[in-house]
Every structure is written in structure tokens, then in C-alpha cells.
């Protein structure tokens, strides 16, 4: 049998040697394509880090705020301390925030934004007391997650007064006295609005005997926070049943009662 011929060894040789190398100046601009892409890079990198970091276009000249409401705007703005002048990327709003909220107690939460490009805005949501506590002359106010954030000299309207009237250390013991605070806080959440704005006190002798005192004289008996918004429902039905009652117990829902007249 006749063995390959010239022309078949030389495409075998072509086979097994792979496809040809790319000559020496092809590579030659290839690297450097490569170290002119590189080069590029690197001076858009160093413009960027220039133009946030020391342009003088992107730096610190308002700061502005939103949600005040007893706070005012420039109580909030020299709390905050924002360096004014300052490249705007390098502002730590974490660390803002955190010196907001522990200079101001009243500030429930509060976000720091980079509006681009010159300013920094202070989003600020303050606590809302839902009762007061009665220290002297003044009165400290209470939020509901039973935060006492603030100390005023007059009493917020429409906010009921809390009196602890506890009387048995057992009962303290048992329940301290920031317990009871919390759960007169989740009692007056879950007043009905009709009857909040007649609720002038929330008086607690213990855990499950809670009273709120109305405008006119008129008295629930409300107990613990448990079944809240039974209470609230049952309390609005025995009313509109006995508008001339004064005096109503709602601590078991599902038997209220009330008297007086």
C-alpha cells in the first residue's frame, strides 16, 4: 500500500503544529493598545477621586431640614455639626445621625442624605407623646414605645397625664415601675380617638388594674393592656348604650358594665 503523499505529510505537520503564531510586531501593538487603555484608566480614576475629593464643585454649602415640629431648624442643624466645606462624598452620615439622636432625644429617627452637589439634608421624624408624667412644676413626656425623650414646662394638649398610685412594693417588685409605664403606653394606643380626647388620666395602681379618668367626672375601669382592642370596641358600645353613665368597666370585654347616672 502506497504510504501519504508530500502533500497530505505537510497538512499533518500543519495539524499538529496548531495554527501559526502571530508575528512579533502584531503583539507588539497589542501591548501597546493595552498599556494606552491602561494609562487611560488609571488619570479618569485620579480626575474622578480629584473632582469629589478636592474640586472645589462638589464640597459642603447648605444643609437643610424637613419634619421638624416642636425642634426648630436650627436646633437640628448645630446638633448635626456638618462640616461645612467639606467634599460632600466624604461626610460620615452614619456618625450624623448617631450624634442627632443623642443630642436630641426627641428625634425618633432621622435620615442624612447627599443631595448633589452642595448640600446635605436632614430628614428628621420627632417622638409624639401619648402621655405625660408629672415631675413638679414640669411635665416629661412619654412616646409610645415608653421612651421619656423630653422634659417641658407646659403640658402638650390632649395628652393624658399617667399616675403610678402603686401602693404594695409586692406589686413593684413584680412589676417595675418601667414596665407599668409601658404598659400604660399600650393601653393609651389603644384608646378609641372619641374617647382620647376626653382621657385627662391614666392612673395605675398594678399591672391589670388600670383606670383612665374623663372629662366630667366619668371613670373607666380599664385592667391590663390584654384584649385591647376588645376593650376599645366593648367601651364604645356600652357608651352609646348608657350615654348618662359615669362610670364604666370594660376590664372584662366580654361582661362590661356601667353605672352611675
Known sequence: MAGPTTAERGERQKLESGPPRPPLLGRLRRLRRLI????????????????LYGSPWLRVEDVSTSGTRVLTAEQVRKAAEVPVGSPLISVDTDMIEARLRRELPR?????????????????????????????????IEVDAKGVRFATVSEAPKGVPVLELTVSRPAVLRRFPADRLVREAVRIAGDIPDAVARDTRTVKVRSYDAVTLELRGGRTVEWGSGEKGRAKARTLLALMKAAPGARHFDVSAPTAPASSGS
Open 107 to 139: 428625634i425618633d429617627s432621622v435620615d442624612v442624605v447627599r443631595s448633589w452637589p452642595h448640600e446635605i439634608g436632614l430628614k428628621v421624624t420627632e417622638r409624639t407623646p401619648v402621655l405625660i408624667v408629672e415631675k413638679g412644676a414640669n411635665f
Open 36 to 51: 494606552i487603555l491602561l494609562i487611560a484608566v488609571v488619570l479618569a480614576g485620579a480626575a474622578t477621586v480629584w473632582v
